[in-house]
Protein backbone atom coordinates (compact mmCIF):
# COMPACT_ATOMS: atom_id res chain seq x y z
CA UNK A 1 0.00 0.00 0.00
CA UNK A 2 2.16 2.77 0.67
CA UNK A 3 5.97 3.54 2.38
CA UNK A 4 7.16 0.78 5.34
CA UNK A 5 7.11 2.73 8.42
CA UNK A 6 7.28 2.32 12.24
CA UNK A 7 5.28 4.99 14.48
CA UNK A 8 2.61 7.86 13.74
CA UNK A 9 3.46 11.18 12.44
CA UNK A 10 3.76 13.24 14.87
CA UNK A 11 7.07 15.42 14.51
CA UNK A 12 8.51 14.25 17.83
CA UNK A 13 8.77 11.15 16.93
CA UNK A 14 12.32 9.97 17.05
CA UNK A 15 11.49 6.19 16.49
CA UNK A 16 10.74 6.00 12.89
CA UNK A 17 11.50 2.96 11.08
CA UNK A 18 10.61 0.06 8.84
CA UNK A 19 10.01 -3.48 9.51
CA UNK A 20 11.34 -5.50 6.73
CA UNK A 21 13.20 -8.93 5.79
CA UNK A 22 16.41 -7.84 6.34
CA UNK A 23 15.84 -6.46 9.90
CA UNK A 24 17.13 -8.25 12.68
CA UNK A 25 14.85 -9.86 14.84
CA UNK A 26 14.25 -7.65 17.57
CA UNK A 27 13.73 -4.85 15.08
CA UNK A 28 17.50 -3.39 15.59
CA UNK A 29 19.69 -2.91 12.45
CA UNK A 30 23.05 -3.79 11.97
CA UNK A 31 25.20 -1.41 13.69
CA UNK A 32 27.51 1.12 11.40
CA UNK A 33 29.43 4.03 12.24
CA UNK A 34 28.71 5.83 9.14
CA UNK A 35 25.10 5.86 6.83
CA UNK A 36 24.41 7.42 3.34
CA UNK A 37 21.72 8.86 3.70
CA UNK A 38 18.98 11.30 1.98
CA UNK A 39 16.46 13.15 3.07
CA UNK A 40 13.82 15.63 1.80
CA UNK A 41 13.97 18.48 4.28
CA UNK A 42 10.59 20.81 4.58
CA UNK A 43 10.00 23.88 6.30
CA UNK A 44 6.47 23.00 6.32
CA UNK A 45 4.59 20.15 8.41
CA UNK A 46 1.93 19.93 5.43
CA UNK A 47 4.57 20.09 2.57
CA UNK A 48 6.54 16.89 4.27
CA UNK A 49 2.61 15.44 4.55
CA UNK A 50 2.47 16.00 0.80
CA UNK A 51 5.59 14.86 -0.29
CA UNK A 52 5.20 11.23 1.60
CA UNK A 53 1.54 11.07 0.01
CA UNK A 54 3.87 11.39 -3.42
CA UNK A 55 6.03 9.12 -2.62
CA UNK A 56 3.02 6.67 -1.00
CA UNK A 57 2.14 6.35 -4.60
CA UNK A 58 4.74 4.39 -5.78
CA UNK A 59 6.81 3.53 -2.79
CA UNK A 60 10.72 3.12 -4.14
CA UNK A 61 14.00 4.74 -3.81
CA UNK A 62 13.45 5.99 -7.76
CA UNK A 63 10.57 7.50 -6.49
CA UNK A 64 12.08 9.08 -3.36
CA UNK A 65 14.90 10.52 -5.15
CA UNK A 66 12.64 12.14 -7.90
CA UNK A 67 9.92 13.61 -5.02
CA UNK A 68 12.95 15.08 -3.31
CA UNK A 69 13.61 16.89 -6.42
CA UNK A 70 10.78 18.49 -6.29
CA UNK A 71 9.89 19.00 -2.70
CA UNK A 72 13.39 19.02 -1.04
CA UNK A 73 14.56 22.41 0.32
CA UNK A 74 17.90 21.19 0.54
CA UNK A 75 20.12 18.99 -1.46
CA UNK A 76 17.29 18.91 -4.56
CA UNK A 77 19.10 18.74 -7.04
CA UNK A 78 21.26 15.68 -6.03
CA UNK A 79 17.56 13.80 -5.06
CA UNK A 80 18.03 14.66 -1.23
CA UNK A 81 21.61 12.80 -0.86
CA UNK A 82 23.60 14.18 1.92
CA UNK A 83 26.08 11.16 0.96
CA UNK A 84 28.59 9.48 3.96
CA UNK A 85 27.60 10.88 7.60
CA UNK A 86 29.15 9.68 10.62
CA UNK A 87 27.90 9.40 13.79
CA UNK A 88 28.25 12.78 15.79
CA UNK A 89 27.87 15.04 11.97
CA UNK A 90 24.23 15.45 12.16
CA UNK A 91 21.61 16.91 13.90
CA UNK A 92 20.92 14.52 17.19
CA UNK A 93 17.06 14.37 16.27
CA UNK A 94 18.30 13.24 12.59
CA UNK A 95 21.15 11.00 13.10
CA UNK A 96 18.57 8.93 15.32
CA UNK A 97 16.60 8.05 12.94
CA UNK A 98 18.95 7.68 10.33
CA UNK A 99 20.75 5.50 12.38
CA UNK A 100 17.92 3.14 13.33
CA UNK A 101 16.48 2.59 9.72
CA UNK A 102 17.31 -0.06 7.64
CA UNK A 103 18.59 0.25 4.26
CA UNK A 104 16.36 0.79 1.38
CA UNK A 105 16.84 -0.71 -2.26
CA UNK A 106 14.97 -0.61 -5.09
CA UNK A 107 11.14 -1.63 -4.21
CA UNK A 108 12.35 -2.00 -0.45
CA UNK A 109 11.57 1.64 0.65
CA UNK A 110 11.95 2.32 4.46
CA UNK A 111 11.56 6.40 5.50
CA UNK A 112 11.88 7.77 8.41
CA UNK A 113 10.88 11.04 10.13
CA UNK A 114 12.58 13.72 12.20
CA UNK A 115 11.63 17.38 13.75
CA UNK A 116 15.11 19.39 13.84
CA UNK A 117 16.05 23.26 14.01
CA UNK A 118 15.78 23.15 10.20
CA UNK A 119 12.56 21.53 9.55
CA UNK A 120 10.32 18.43 9.07
CA UNK A 121 12.78 15.95 7.34
CA UNK A 122 11.90 12.55 5.01
CA UNK A 123 14.86 10.21 5.85
CA UNK A 124 16.10 7.11 3.44
CA UNK A 125 19.54 5.14 4.38
CA UNK A 126 21.12 3.56 1.26
CA UNK A 127 23.67 1.68 3.15
CA UNK A 128 26.30 1.98 5.89
CA UNK A 129 29.62 1.57 6.94
Known amino acids: MGAKKKGDNKSKDKDAGGKGKDDKKDGKVKGAQAVIVRHILCEKHAKKEEALAQIRESPTLDKFIAVARVYSEDKAKQG ?21 LPDSKGSDLYIGEAKTSFGYHLIVVEGRK
Open 80 to 100: GLLGLQRKGALAPEFEEVAFS
